[in-house]
T-cell receptor, first 112, second 111 residues
């Protein structure tokens, strides 16, 4: 079974630019989560989809972040415009239960 | 918001030694999880604990869900070089589905 796939693995952009991260969950997993780890700190929750619906988006930092999951399959996370403090590793996870068990390898975002 | 205190932040040990790390919280969790992250990869689930007082093993790894529901520990016995990585604890509150992670324990094993 293919795991959770994230693209790109790395992204370097300038402050003010836009970046879109993509996550392909494990096939059949209704639950999809986005997390972020900034500067060696703890991994922080961003939001949770159940199929195409946002179950919990209370971890989204601000309105520069927009997550979508059209059709309930893959998800995108767009940052527009990017700021320096948005740098970090963005993880996607999916599961069939309410506890995320399968994480992707992450997208390392660097905003300069 | 919720915070987990994970300690130690880092450990440097010799191959063959045992390792212990723990997490504490000011709030109750109904699920405790332990993950390991290797460089360039995502966290991989090691052990999941669902009941207070539960003690679970996975090979050389043993983890316990504290009886108060506010803490958990992970032990690694007879460490080997491939145990190197960052270990994260995570808790799930009694309501909602988000996980709260600790800051991680960076483990280095010297051959």
């Amino acid at each position: 079974e293919a795991g959770v796939t994230q693209f790109p693995s790395h992204s370097v952009i300038e402050k003010g630019q836009t970046v879109t991260l993509r996550c392909d969950p494990i096939s059949g997993h209704d639950n999809l989560y986005w997390y972020r780890r900034v500067m060696g700190k703890e991994i922080k929750f961003l939001l949770h989809f159940v199929k195409e619906s946002k179950q919990d988006e209370s971890g989204m930092p601000n309105n520069r972040f927009l997550a979508e999951r059209t059709g309930g399959t893959y998800s995108t996370l767009k940052v527009q415009p990017a700021e320096l403090e948005d740098s970090g590793v963005y993880f996607c996870a999916s599961s069939q239960a309410r506890v995320p068990l399968h994480f992707g390898n992450g997208t390392r975002l660097t905003v300069t | 918001g919720q915070q987990l205190n994970q300690s130690p932040q880092s450990m440097f040990i010799q191959e063959g030694e045992d390792v212990s790390m723990n997490c504490t919280s000011s709030s109750i969790f109904n699920t405790w999880l332990w993950y390991k992250q290797d460089p360039g990869e995502g966290p991989v689930l090691l052990i999941a604990l669902y009941k207070a007082g539960e003690l679970t093993s996975n090979g050389r790894l043993t983890a316990q869900f504290g009886i108060t529901r506010k803490d958990s520990f992970l032990n690694i016995s007879a460490s080997i070089p491939s145990d190197v990585g960052i270990y994260f604890c995570a808790g799930q509150e009694t309501s909602g589905s988000r996980l709260t992670f600790g800051e991680g324990t960076q483990l280095t094993v010297n051959p």
